[in-house]
């Protein structure tokens, strides 16, 4: 290991006040980085605990580094670096859950905070329910060491119950519509199936603020890190990489009204944040998808490298004017088209490498909420579904594991070997978009059912078999 590696500079440190689960890039380039300026411009005890529910990674590189980790702001003329101090300790929790469960048990800490990614909250995606016949879940509530992010949460709330404390802030800042009542929602179930004074305990007392938090943070590479070494001098693996843009919009609803400054340093606190998550959802993370399922089979491996071909810039804009937009109530404050345009030349910007690959993992979480939800509002009002129903169509491609040279694709999604076998089962091109439309934890029954839904899926599908994406992205923006 160099010498010169970065260090936390020494002297006083503001104590805990959040415990984040979640400790991977995204969360180092938004919440630490927000916390860390709220608490340079107006104080406060609310250095974080970031625990990590599997992996040591991001443990053994911030621990050497006092938990201190350089933010790389890439605008398309240069880069930006701060170092951020907000982490006090990071903890893998598999490694000792108590020592998780004590931080969470203080009264100084007031927020837990989530960056858990969709299949973290153990729900079915097209219902929001919990799935108790997970066996992690089942695991936790048979009272073993807690493996679940939701498991940790109502073991320490409990523990805070019965030692007459107030409970914290659940907040989820994942991409999740409705994401604080989804949180409360899965935390209340499983609470329920523990002990029903618990539930009403929560249900009464607790506070989960929805969130729409956007700023786009590609997986760092070792690349980076050699780049930021030769600029700044010093060596840092948990360095991020991030575009200058951030959102972070947050419902003003926390146990006893306590919270960071994150206001003095741009957070919007607001009374309902549906609106603005909705917006987000679908036009950012909708097309996000769209350009990684259709960009991949494509051939390209970044989303910028992506939009530089002019049909893919066409896709988009053609998405959000006759799909998208329709299905978006203006949130107070923003201007749509303005909105989407923007999003555009944030997809351009040549510094951020941002891999189609890592957008269009874990799909089967993702399609409900940015894809599916449009295409049946869109259905109901009879207005096209050309589009969204061609990304549906390039993910079950993608899904299929080969690309179209021939070539292996790593899909990477917790119903991987479901929607493979799926997949394969059907003989023809239409029996497997049948197939894979049969899986109810994705496609809602009456959604799978429709008849128009259903035979355009297959017409695209069939489409990109035989012609390929990029002809059949020309061919829909024509
Ligand atoms: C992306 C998001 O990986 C993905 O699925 O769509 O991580 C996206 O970059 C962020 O939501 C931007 O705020």
């Known amino acids: 290991m160099p010498a010169d590696r970065l260090s936390a500079p020494v002297g006083a440190r503001p104590e805990t006040g959040i415990v984040h689960f979640g400790p991977g890039a995204f969360f180092r380039a938004f919440n630490a980085t927000f916390t860390h300026e709220a608490i340079k411009a107006s104080g406060g005890d609310w250095s974080i605990c970031a625990v990590s529910l599997r992996s040591a990674r991001f443990r053994d590189q911030l621990e050497p580094q006092g938990g201190a980790f350089t933010s790389v702001e890439l605008a398309p003329e240069g880069a930006k670096y701060q170092v951020i101090t907000s982490i006090r300790d990071v903890l893998v929790a598999p490694e000792d859950p108590e020592a998780v469960l004590t931080c969470m048990v203080v009264p100084e800490a007031k927020i837990v905070s989530l960056t858990i990614?969709?299949?973290?909250?153990?729900?079915?995606?097209?219902?929001?329910?919990?799935?108790?016949?997970?066996?992690?879940?089942?695991?936790?509530?048979?009272?073993?060491?807690?493996?679940?992010?939701?498991?940790?949460?109502?073991?320490?709330?409990?523990?805070?119950?019965?030692?007459?404390?107030?409970?914290?802030?659940?907040?989820?800042?994942?991409?999740?519509?409705?994401?604080?009542?989804?949180?409360?929602?899965?935390?209340?179930?499983?609470?329920?199936?523990?002990?029903?004074?618990?539930?009403?305990?929560?249900?009464?007392?607790?506070?989960?603020?929805?969130?729409?938090?956007?700023?786009?943070?590609?997986?760092?590479?070792?690349?980076?890190?050699?780049?930021?070494?030769?600029?700044?001098?010093?060596?840092?693996?948990?360095?991020?990489?991030?575009?200058?843009?951030?959102?972070?919009?947050?419902?003003?609803?926390?146990?006893?009204?306590?919270?960071?400054?994150?206001?003095?340093?741009?957070?919007q606190i607001v009374s309902d944040v549906v609106a603005f998550e909705h917006m987000k959802l679908r036009c950012?993370?909708?097309?996000?998808?769209?350009?990684?399922?259709?960009?991949?089979?494509?051939?390209?491996?970044?989303?910028?490298?992506?939009?530089?071909?002019?049909?893919?810039?066409?896709?988009?804009?053609?998405?959000?004017?006759?799909?998208?937009?329709?299905?978006?109530?203006?949130?107070?404050?923003?201007?749509?088209?303005?909105?989407?345009?923007?999003?555009?030349?944030?997809?351009?910007?040549?510094?951020?490498?941002?891999?189609?690959?890592?957008?269009?993992?874990?799909?089967s979480q993702k399609l409900p909420q940015r894809i599916l939800g449009a295409i049946a509002e869109n259905l109901d009002a009879g207005r096209p579904v050309e589009g969204l129903s061609l990304v549906v169509a390039a993910w079950m491609r993608y899904v299929g594991g080969v690309d179209e040279t021939g070539k292996e694709i790593d899909v990477r999604d917790p119903l991987e070997e479901r929607l493979k076998a799926a997949f394969d089962s059907g003989e023809t091109p239409e029996a497997k978009v049948d197939a894979l439309l049969a899986i109810a934890d994705v496609f809602a029954p009456d959604l799978a059912a429709n008849a128009r839904f259903s035979e355009t899926v297959k017409a695209a599908f069939s489409g990109l078999i035989a012609q390929g994406a990029q002809a059949t992205v020309g061919a829909y923006t024509a």
């Open 117 to 267: 990614t969709e299949k973290g909250y153990c729900h079915e995606p097209s219902t929001g329910a919990l799935r108790l016949d997970d066996p992690d879940i089942q695991s936790d509530l048979a009272g073993n060491p807690p493996k679940t992010a939701i498991g940790f949460i109502v073991e320490a709330l409990a523990r805070r119950k019965d030692a007459g404390a107030l409970p914290f802030t659940v907040m989820s800042c994942d991409n999740l519509p409705e994401n604080g009542r989804l949180a409360k929602g899965v935390v209340l179930a499983f609470a329920r199936a523990r002990d029903a004074d618990l539930a009403d305990w929560i249900e009464a007392e607790g506070a989960f603020p929805c969130t729409m938090v956007d700023r786009i943070t590609p997986a760092t590479t070792e690349a980076d890190t050699e780049a930021l070494q030769t600029s700044q001098g010093y060596y840092d693996p948990a360095n991020v990489q991030h575009e200058p843009f951030r959102q972070w919009v947050i419902e003003d609803n926390f146990v006893g009204d306590e919270r960071p400054a994150w206001d003095h340093v741009g957070a």
């Open 284 to 363: 950012l993370n909708g097309t996000h998808s769209a350009l990684a399922y259709l960009g991949y089979l494509g051939g390209y491996e970044t989303i910028s490298e992506t939009v530089a071909d002019p049909a893919y810039a066409r896709l988009c804009e053609k998405l959000w004017a006759t799909e998208i937009a329709p299905t978006v109530p203006q949130p107070e404050g923003e201007d749509l088209p303005a909105y989407c345009a923007a999003l555009l030349n944030r997809y351009q910007n040549p510094s951020i490498k941002h891999r189609t690959w890592q957008i269009a993992m874990d799909g």
